[in-house]
């Protein structure tokens, strides 16, 4: 229902924004596993909430109703954004299986480039954050009117900061108390389930 108030349309969106963000995703996961590693964690944190502000901007403005106009876009990301999430599922599995492999701190350090490809990759051939932004939250923007619209980009795009920043420093400040191979592998083990459960939902379930 839309909103009569700047103030309504900006808890609208922060209320709509954290609940739709709040369920662990690919996006979610690697945050996680950055801030638990202390590596790359501020960066990591500003692709993801940057991203997530370009894709709720563009659906409230526009871009969700276009994407529900042409399926054949989101197909395209279905088996593309599958392949990539089977392929981090399988890396994240091997981390897990072998000693060693894990999360510890110093092991296996990636470039900053090479991390903020992956946050990239996840956050874009992932047809699930358009279908969640663009065109569920962005299209609840594009129902207010046109005063109201920034307001509730506003509390989405909040949202979407706090928790992304709650996610990735948080699990930075836990890190010294998880330090432990066994905690390392699980993550990796809970990641590598979740990657392959995204991508196989994405091959079996058409969008």
């Known amino acids: 229902m839309p909103a009569s108030t700047p103030f309504a349309a900006f808890a609208q ?9 709040l369920a662990i995703g690919a996006q979610n996961a690697l945050v ?4 638990l590693r202390r590596e790359h964690v501020a960066a990591v944190v500003a692709v993801c909430t940057l991203s997530d502000w370009l894709l709720i901007l563009l659906g ?20 593309g954004g599958a392949i990539f999430l089977l392929a981090y599922a399988l890396q994240a599995a091997r981390r897990a299986w072998r000693p060693g492999q894990g ?14 490809s992956t946050a990239l990759a996840l956050t874009y051939l992932n047809p699930h954050v ?8 962005g299209g609840l923007g594009a129902r207010q009117s046109a005063a109201l619209q920034p307001a509730f980009a506003a509390g989405a795009g909040l949202a979407s900061a706090m928790w992304f920043g709650l996610l990735g420093f ?5 890190a010294p108390w998880l330090n432990q191979p066994r905690v390392w592998r699980g993550i990796d083990a809970m990641v590598a ?3 392959a459960g995204l991508g196989v939902q994405l091959l079996l379930q058409p969008l």
């Open 32 to 35: 996680l596993r950055q801030g």
């Open 13 to 21: 969106g922060w209320t709509m924004g954290a609940g739709l963000i």
């Open 170 to 174: 948080g699990a930075a400040a836990a």
């Open 103 to 116: 999360l510890q701190a110093g092991a296996g350090r990636a470039s900053l480039g090479a991390t903020l």
């Open 193 to 195: 389930l979740l990657m």
């Open 130 to 137: 358009y279908l969640d932004t663009v065109v569920l939250l």
């Open 60 to 79: 409230v403005f526009g871009l969700g109703a276009l994407i529900q106009a042409r399926p054949e876009w989101l197909e395209l990301l279905r088996w």
